[in-house]
C-alpha cells in the first residue's frame, strides 16, 4: 500500500485495505495470450497484431483527410506531406538527385 500512497487519495487507500484477499490455492492466475490460439506468446502473433492495428488506424486517417472539404490539390498536398513525399531539396538530397540540400529561401535543411 506504501507504493501507492503518493498517487491514491487515503479514503481509496482505506477502502482498498478493507477487503480480505483470498487464500485459496484451488485457482492459480496463468498467463495466456489472445494473439495465438494456444495461448504462448508468439512475436510473430505480436507483430501481426500491431501491424493490423496500424493500418486501420491510418485507414480511419486517411478517409477522414479525403472527407475534409478543400480542392483536391490541397488534399493531394497534405496526403504527400504526411507521407513524407514531397519533393523538398532535403527529400532530393536524401535520394541522391542533388547535392544541396539547403532551402533557397532560408538556407536550412
Avoid at 10 to 22: C, G, M, R, T, Y
Avoid at 71 to 78: G, I, N, R, S, T
Wanted: proline share 2%.
Amino acid at each position: 500500500m506504501e507504493i501507492f500512497s503518493h498517487l491514491v487519495l487515503d479514503e481509496v487507500l482505506k477502502l482498498i485495505s478493507s477487503f480480505e484477499l483470498a487464500s485459496d490455492n484451488k485457482f492459480q492466475d496463468q498467463l495466456f495470450w489472445r494473439g495465438t490460439s494456444s495461448g504462448r506468446f508468439a512475436l510473430k502473433s505480436a507483430l501481426s497484431i500491431i501491424r493490423y492495428e496500424d493500418v486501420l488506424e491510418r485507414e480511419t486517417y486517411w478517409r477522414q483527410l479525403w472527407k475534409v472539404k478543400a480542392p483536391q490539390k490541397m488534399k493531394v498536398f497534405a496526403w504527400l506531406a504526411l507521407q513524407d513525399r514531397l519533393m523538398t531539396k532535403l527529400t532530393k538530397a536524401r535520394r541522391g538527385l542533388t547535392d544541396n540540400p539547403f532551402c533557397a529561401v532560408c538556407e536550412t535543411d
